[in-house]
């Protein structure tokens, strides 16, 4: 039992992305509101930005901004600062992200205008009737 | 080599889009001739640095002069060389054919769609050439995003399918990211060629093991490899005829080279789970069952766009199989094929368009009469399917004779047998289409002429249908020296 606790709480954040990431899957998958399954794409992403958030952060880790007199001495600890790069990558993965949504949602604003429905099932009810 | 020539092929499309978007706004006229003189333009350019590359071997350019494995790095070998041309010059074939029948779909919009398409070639011949695992993502989802846009412009069902699509292709997209996640986790690096040093040490971590698995699952949904193709014949189907004559036959095979790519370039053939051979004969028999599926699926359709579209998801199952061999032959068959596919469904594609704008309709009952009226359209078609039947001498009979040897020598019966009975049903639909349109249609004209006067298509249309035949036939001419030339250099060392 103790272990087992330790294990969820030590990787906590991890744990999280895991949940999150399996619930925006569901929704992807399983709703039938087409805006659903975008939140659910939403989550979907936005658990994976965690991952790499996490990938990047240190216990007790300071900001990566480094005084340029101690960079040039050598004296900057990398183990002191939290890894920067992942949070750079996932600057462009928001960028994408927020795209595919607004290209998503452009989308979803024509199928309702041409069906007049955003639910899956009614629209391909509606396209059997013409 | 001149140093900065595989960034000018990207450049050329890239500041094209922008231009013609701009100037497009004030007329319409400013549309055509952009968007064919970068083609062009970017097309010679990619032929020079294919010769250079299987003059000189491989070559990597340093974007911005930041030294790999920092900055990023563009991959040039015969593989990725090869893939530019192929890239560049579909594109710029397709687009004699994209021109009119965009002009006649959706006017007064041009400028808005040739900007998209030119940011999509430019996307995918980022795609090709990159050799960062994180810019490889970038530009994925900025092909992704650009097909998106441009399924969704046509009418009808387009919008519905083009949601679909973007539902499946954020999910492969987010798997390939994860799978990147997982490596940069291991190794700290990001570059393919640094992943790849630093990956033996690691291979027998359970991690490595799922990182290969999200991104070839990744790469799978977004070439439409048979369970994961759902979202493709619709999204093909419906989407404006200047955008699927683009994107059909370039997107599905730059996907399978991105395949390639994982397999060989950042995992290698000495990694366990790669060559296992439970894993390979496991993805031998789903490739299998993809050729067979989709080949059924594709009996079925009424809709020759459709059909196309299936026998697409075919061929695909070709092509993944063919890799998963893992052998020479098998190798060489897979990426003749991608070649061979492209021009292939390119040729497909382009007749729909042109019969699309005389008749306007894509129904193969439509289809009466029309080697009266289309002679030269029907020329391409009758080559396009005895190739993709595999009729020597056409190309698809030597891509698909490797692939067979391939399959031979791995074992492989039911992928040998799989690729036969696909043959034989590709002859059989293509047979129904020559049945209908070879019909006399004067007892019942069923097909809707729009204009009389036009003699058989867009004249701008007419070169590409006289082109492609031709290629083919010259591909499949001159095999022998082709791959001995070019394929088996492109072939990653087993």
């Not at chain 1, 600062?81 to 595919?100: F, G």
């Not at chain 2, 989407?239 to 080279?257: D, E, H, I, N, Q």
């Not at chain 2, 789903?286 to 697409?312: E, H, N, R």
Request: hydrophobic share 55%; aromatic share 12%; net charge neutral.
């Amino acid at each position: 039992m103790d272990a087992w606790l330790f294990e969820i709480i030590g990787k906590f954040n991890y744990w999280i992305y895991v949940v999150l990431m399996m619930t925006g899957f569901y929704a992807m998958i399983r709703k039938n509101n087409l805006i659903k399954k975008l939140l659910g794409m939403n989550i979907f992403q936005t658990a994976i930005i965690l991952l790499y958030i996490s990938m990047g952060s240190k216990v007790g880790g300071k900001i990566p901004i480094l005084d340029k007199e101690q960079a040039l001495a050598g004296a900057v600890q990398v183990a002191d600062v939290v890894n920067p790069l992942p949070h750079v990558l996932m600057l462009t993965a928001i960028v994408v992200s927020v795209s595919v949504t607004g290209v998503a949602l452009a989308v979803a604003l024509r199928i309702y205008k041409e069906y007049g429905s955003i639910d899956e099932d009614q629209i391909l009810e509606r396209i059997g009737k013409s | 080599m001149n140093h900065n020539l595989p960034v000018l092929v990207l450049a050329f499309p890239l500041l094209a889009a922008f231009a013609v978007n701009l100037l497009g706004k004030i007329s319409k006229k400013h549309v055509a001739p952009w968007t064919l003189a970068s083609l062009i333009l970017s097309a010679g350019t990619s032929l020079w640095v294919l010769k250079d590359v299987l003059q000189n071997g491989k070559f990597s350019y340093t974007v911005g002069g930041w030294m790999a494995p920092y900055g990023i790095e563009l991959v040039l070998d015969p593989l990725s060389a090869l893939m530019l041309v192929m890239v560049s010059w579909v594109a710029l074939i397709a687009t004699f054919s994209a021109l009119p029948s965009i002009k006649k779909e959706m006017p007064g919009r041009e400028h808005l769609f040739f900007s998209l398409y030119l940011i999509l070639i430019c996307g995918m011949m980022g795609l090709v050439i990159t050799g960062d695992a994180f810019n490889l993502y970038v530009l994925l989802e900025i092909t992704s995003i650009t097909t998106y846009g441009l399924i969704a412009m046509g009418k009808g069902r387009a919008p519905l399918s083009s949601f679909n699509y973007i539902i499946m292709g954020t999910i492969g997209a987010c798997f390939y990211l994860l799978g990147v996640g997982y490596l940069y986790l291991l190794t700290g690096t990001l570059n393919m060629a640094d992943i790849a040093s630093r990956l033996p040490a690691l291979y027998e971590s359970p991690t490595v093991a799922t990182a290969f698995c999200f991104l070839i699952v990744g790469v799978w949904i977004k070439m439409a490899f048979f369970p994961l193709h759902g979202w493709l014949p619709n999204a093909y189907t419906y989407a404006p005829k200047g955008a699927s004559v683009l994107v059909a036959p370039l997107m599905t095979k730059v996907s399978v080279f991105l395949m390639i790519r994982i397999m060989f370039s950042i995992y290698s053939p000495e990694y366990d789970f790669l060559m296992h051979l439970g894993i390979k004969n496991l993805v031998v028999w789903a490739a299998t069952i993809a050729i067979v599926g989709a080949s059924l699926i594709a009996l079925t359709q009424k809709d020759f766009l459709k059909m196309l579209s299936y026998i697409v998801v075919a061929e695909v199952g070709y092509m993944v199989g063919g890799v998963w061999l893992a052998n020479q032959e098998g190798l060489t068959g897979a990426i003749f094929h991608i070649l061979n596919d492209s021009l292939m469904t390119l040729c497909f594609f382009l007749v729909a368009s042109a019969i699309a704008y005389r008749t306007g309709s894509s129904r193969i009952a439509d289809f009466r009469g029309l080697f009266q009226k289309m002679p030269l359209t029907m020329l391409a078609l009758s080559v396009g399917a005895l190739s993709v039947v595999g009729v020597p001498p056409t190309c698809g009979f030597f891509s698909k004779w490797y692939l067979l040897l391939g399959g031979v020598e791995a074992g492989q019966w039911e992928f040998v047998a799989a690729l036969i009975f696909s043959s034989i049903v590709n002859a059989v639909l293509f047979y129904r289409v020559f049945e209908v349109a070879f019909s006399h249609s004067e007892e019942e004209p069923s097909l809707k002429f729009e204009n009389s006067r036009i003699l058989e298509t867009s004249p701008m249309m007419i070169p590409p249908l006289v082109v492609i035949p031709v290629v083919l036939l010259v591909i499949g001419l001159s095999a022998g020296p082709l791959v001995r030339e070019v394929i088996r250099l492109a072939v990653p060392a087993l």
